[in-house]
């Protein structure tokens, strides 16, 4: 069995974000824990700051091998398949733009790839610099019993400043977990079934 | 295209509106030929069930010709298919299950927040219902577009009459998984809650698998013939203490399963169900469960609860103590459709099932507001309503039981 980072305790999850000193320093100042960690991922903690931080993530098993998926996550050209609000992802060598599509327009969100384990993870931290301070993982693991693959992603992001309107209108108001997850079932749905559900009743309709 | 739109309350309409376009690849549009009014429709029609909006096309019973096909569609134009109300994909953990009402992926993502909320878990999309079931546009239309229409509707052999395969859509199956949930065995007796079509082709499928006895329970003496007509034994629960006679009838033992086909709605002036329709009415999500808690409490020790009757909130004064002392088994879903077409096609074919027996008006789809209206207040008469669109407004056309 590959080992599980939902075996890992809070502080461990959040570190193993790979991130920077923002939530480096998040971790350390937890206090300290007064009962023995659970089983259960960081993320699912009662509390939601991880220092600065926010965390969201979800997990989803999709039917289908993790170098597939992996596949999808990697080609800058699919993500837009499946992520809503996603006008367009640039990459040249370590760098990948996201280019956001809010109702104000489009603005770019520079990251870098922190980490690439072929069919197990991928990783981005926003660029040095950067307005928005952002990290972002997307692990794959086998499900049991050839149930496919359980796709965990997670975000964590720092709000500050000027940027949390642009933050906020390219969210449009909806919550950055519900969001991910969304995509994630998005996904789900491209993956096996070749489509994304809708009721629409004609091209275009909403 | 001509469609039966919703409103509001005990307020449905024909409209005019856009006809559907293939959107996705998997997709097919039907020509309605044939289009029933279910019990499901009336909890829409009476606003108990959440997440309608002003002009959404309901109806989840139909059948038809196909006139388009998307790229990945399997059916061919001049198809003639049932199409089941449940949405599902066909790929997915659940759907390979042969757990069909609970597919993954056809309630659209966005829609699926409210189930998640209310139920912990998405619920699958379902044509002509809530939009917390994906909010499909659904069948009492002359057009509709059929998602996973490669894995859904069952091609039906040209020569059938319409009204022979129609109700595969949704009823026949749901009576025969009501009755297959009963796990019935030899000696057993079923009681059966609501005489509605469900209800009715949950008795005929409980003593095709073999039942010794059904016992069915309304008020309407005009369904309850149709339930005596299928070899069941009656109580009419305004004349009869129902436990009591459902004892006497057992042996003392009381039914080795019981099927509640009524739902969220039930009948009648039992202090408990009064309870339940004004909480229901003032709207703090309580379901009025009172044919469902006569159910419980009639049921052998060890016996088997079947529960087609659909419901969508909470339930208050729920006899959970009936549930764990007794040591009953539940068994409930909207019906995984898929999984029973096949088989209850060849049924039909072979004529071991008739389907049309509860069918009591025969209408236009343009006098759909009329069928709505007679359906939910004379049930006694009005068993069962299809409607053709195409077909000019006229009186409704009476069934075989008058
Ligand atoms: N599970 C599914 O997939 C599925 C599919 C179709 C319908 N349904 C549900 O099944 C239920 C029945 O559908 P229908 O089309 O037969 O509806 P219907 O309204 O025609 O029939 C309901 C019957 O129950 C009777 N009734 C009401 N209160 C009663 C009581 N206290 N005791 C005994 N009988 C009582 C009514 O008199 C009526 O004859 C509805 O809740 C409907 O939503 C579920
Ligand atoms: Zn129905
Ligand atoms: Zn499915």
Redesign the pocket.
């Known amino acids: 069995m590959p080992r599980r980072s939902s075996g890992l305790p809070v502080a461990a999850t959040v570190l193993a974000l790979s991130i920077g000193a923002g939530l480096a320093v998040g971790a350390a100042m937890k206090s300290a824990p007064r009962r023995p960690p659970d089983s259960a991922p960081g993320r699912t903690a009662r509390r939601s700051h991880f220092g600065g931080y926010q965390v969201a993530g979800r997990t989803v098993t999709i039917d289908a091998p993790r170098s597939r998926i992996f596949q999808m996550w990697r080609d800058p050209n699919r993500l837009t398949d499946f992520m809503e609000g996603l006008a367009a992802v640039q990459v040249s060598g370590d760098s990948v733009t996201w280019v956001v599509q809010s109702p104000d327009g489009r603005f770019p969100v520079e990251t870098r790839l922190v980490e690439e384990r072929p069919d197990e993870a991928l990783a981005w931290r926003s660029a040095e610099g950067a307005d928005i301070q952002i990290e972002a993982k997307v692990q794959l693991r086998d499900a049991p019993a050839g149930r496919g693959t359980e796709v965990e992603a997670h975000v964590a992001w720092r709000p500050q400043g000027g940027i949390v309107g642009h933050w906020a209108a390219m969210l449009r108001g909806t919550d950055p977990a519900i969001r991910g997850k969304q995509d994630l079932k998005r996904l789900k749905m491209l993956l096996e079934t070749g489509e994304i559900a809708t009721s629409a009743n004609r091209k275009g309709d909403d | 295209m001509r469609a039966l739109t919703w409103h509001g309350k005990h307020d449905v309409r024909v409209d005019t509106v856009p006809d559907p376009q293939i959107v996705n690849p998997r997709d097919a549009i039907i020509e309605v030929t044939a289009t029933a009014i279910?019990?499901?429709d009336?909890?829409l029609y009476d606003a108990v069930i959440p997440g309608l909006q002003p002009g959404d096309i309901l109806g989840h019973e139909f059948m038809g010709r196909v006139v388009e096909t998307g790229p990945k569609s399997t059916l061919k134009k001049g198809d003639r298919v049932v199409v089941p109300f449940t949405i599902s994909c066909g790929a997915c953990f659940f759907c390979g299950q042969g757990q069909f009402s609970a597919c993954d992926n056809s309630n659209p993502v966005e829609k699926q927040e409210a189930s998640e909320l209310l139920y912990g878990h998405a619920v699958s999309g379902l044509f002509g219902y809530s939009h917390m079931t994906g909010g499909y546009p659904g069948g009492q239309a002359e057009y509709v577009r059929v998602p996973f229409s490669d894995v859904g509707p069952i091609v039906i052999p040209d020569g059938i009459p319409d009204e022979q395969v129609l109700f595969l859509s949704?009823?026949l199956p749901?009576g025969w998984m009501a009755a297959e949930n009963c796990d019935i065995q030899p000696g057993d007796t079923v009681a059966v809650?609501?005489?509605?079509?469900?209800?009715l082709f949950a008795i005929q499928s409980a003593l095709l698998m073999g039942a010794h006895q059904v016992i069915a329970?309304?008020?309407?003496p005009g369904?309850l013939d149709l339930a005596r007509g299928l070899g069941a034994k009656v109580i009419d629960?305004t004349q009869t203490h129902v436990l009591e006679a459902l004892m006497e009838m057992t042996g003392g033992i009381g039914p080795d399963a019981v099927i509640d086909?009524?739902?969220?709605e039930?009948?009648?002036f039992a202090p408990d169900r009064i309870m339940d329709a004004v909480k229901q009415k003032i709207g703090v999500g309580a379901d009025n469960i009172?044919?469902l808690r006569m159910a419980l409490m009639a049921v052998r020790k060890g016996g088997r609860v079947s529960i087609?009757?659909?419901y969508g909130g909470m339930a208050d004064k729920f006899p959970m103590g009936a549930l764990m002392e007794k040591g009953l088994q539940v068994r409930t879903?909207?019906?995984h459709v898929q999984k029973y077409t096949r088989e209850l096609l060849h049924r039909i074919l072979e004529g071991e099932i008739d389907t049309t027996f509860l069918i009591s008006h025969r209408l236009s789809l343009e006098d759909a507001p009329t069928g709505y209206r007679n359906f939910h207040g004379k049930?006694n008469e009005w068993t069962k309503v299809v409607m053709t669109p195409g077909a000019a407004s006229g009186p409704a056309q009476g069934g075989d039981h008058g």
Do not use: E, K
């Open positions: 279910c019990g499901s009336l909890h949704d009823i749901t809650w609501g005489c509605g079509p469900v209800g329970i309304d008020h309407y369904r629960y086909a009524v739902g969220m039930s009948h009648g009172h044919a087609p009757g659909v879903g909207q019906t049930q």
